[in-house]
Nanobody, 124 residues
Framework: QVQLAESGGGSVQAGGSLRLSCSASDPTSSNRCMGWFRQGPGKEREGVAALYGGGPSRYYANSVKGRFTISQDNGKNTLYLQMDNLKPEDSAMYYC?????????????????WGQGTQVTVSS
């Protein structure tokens, strides 16, 4: 059982930045993927960014490419999401997730463990 805890959400104006953090209860293993998802009011949960097994590959939704950066600090069992040039449409609850993925790194069905979420609100 992996426990995940997000932090770093808040309210910012359009064009601003936030960095989300996700603390995991145990180290990221070589066959585990970790990702960030978001869910706005009345919308389905969507994948934002993900990485796999501590390797160099990063996966991003088209809507955030060039603005968001996912990274991890294995020594601290922590996953990050740096969000720059935020837009009002980025407003959502953001969730950290972990799973034993076999491709489809931005799809919810690949993930078994979820945090409680942290709210991000971007005003115009």
């Amino acid at each position: 059982q992996v426990q995940l805890a997000e932090s770093g959400g808040g309210s910012v104006q359009a064009g601003g930045s936030l960095r989300l953090s996700c603390s995991a209860s145990d180290p990221t293993s070589s066959n585990r993927c970790m990702g960030w998802f978001r869910q706005g009011p009345g919308k389905e949960r969507e994948g934002v960014a993900a990485l796999y097994g501590g390797g160099p590959s990063r996966y991003y939704a088209n809507s955030v490419k060039g603005r968001f950066t996912i990274s991890q600090d294995n020594g601290k069992n922590t996953l990050y999401l740096q969000m720059d040039n935020l837009k009002p449409e980025d407003s959502a609850m953001y969730y950290c997730a972990a799973g034993l993925c076999s491709g489809g790194f931005l799809t919810t069905r690949q993930y078994n463990y979820w945090g409680q979420g942290t709210q991000v609100t971007v005003s115009s």
